[in-house]
T-cell receptor, first 113, second 114 residues
């Protein structure tokens, strides 16, 4: 069975600061990995995804994530956050050949002016 | 443009009543999903479908039924609604094609059972 852990329920950073949101997964095989963002009263939007190859993947709006097989992690980063980045961020995994996404509990990001 | 449309967007139901949440996708995706979102739990999978006529149980199917009458439509049915089913429900459609995998979500249905 697979599971996804986002250890930080809430993160607060100042505008212009760098950001890292943590995600760890538990799986017997390397899964496909995703980060989604949810703005208030909205559905989820894909930020980026990882399947194979270069462990650092680029996403939309300056986000990137790094896959680490040794640490079973897929942390999300951004060099300089903007107030509009305030949202809830979800890490998700999918097993190869099993077409279902499993989500972590989410991290609520607040960007202070 | 990819679209997943849920209806209704908000619903108040009485305990013991029947509730049907509807989802329509215009993405021609084979797979469709129903999740519920609760604080501290993220999104949890209720039911999913691989195509018209198929439904599969997810992680929390108790108290829910699903119906996939066509490629485009996927419904979630609460035969006897309970207050514990008060939540926000999300429908998604997707196709898994390696690096071209795409999964799109609707905007959610806020259900309150009183």
């Amino acid at each position: 069975a697979q599971s996804v852990t986002q250890p930080d329920a809430r993160v607060t950073v100042s505008e212009g600061a760098s950001l890292q949101l943590r995600c760890k997964y538990s799986s017997s095989v390397t899964p496909y990995l995703f980060w989604y963002v949810q703005y208030p009263r909205q559905g989820l939007q894909l930020l980026l995804k990882y399947y194979s190859g270069d462990p650092v993947v680029q996403g939309v709006n300056g986000f990137e994530a790094e896959f680490s097989k040794s640490n079973s992690s897929f942390h999300l980063r951004k060099a300089s956050v903007h107030w509009s980045d305030s949202a809830v961020y979800f890490c998700a995994v999918s097993m190869p050949n099993y077409n279902v996404l499993y989500f972590g509990s989410g991290t609520k990001l607040t960007v202070e002016p | 443009e990819a679209a997943v449309t849920q209806s209704p967007r908000n619903k108040v139901a009485v305990t013991g009543g029947k509730v049907t949440l509807s989802c329509n996708q215009t993405n021609n995706h084979n797979n469709m999903y129903w999740y519920r979102q609760d604080t501290g739990h993220g999104l949890r999978l209720i039911h999913y479908s691989y195509g018209a006529g198929s439904t599969e149980k997810g992680d929390i199917p108790d108290g829910y039924k699903a119906s996939r009458p066509s490629q485009e439509n996927f419904s979630l049915i609460l035969e006897l609604a309970t207050p514990s089913q008060t939540s926000v429900y999300f429908c998604a459609s997707g196709d898994y094609r390696g690096s071209n995998t795409e999964v799109f979500f609707g905007k959610g249905t806020r259900l309150t059972v009183v």
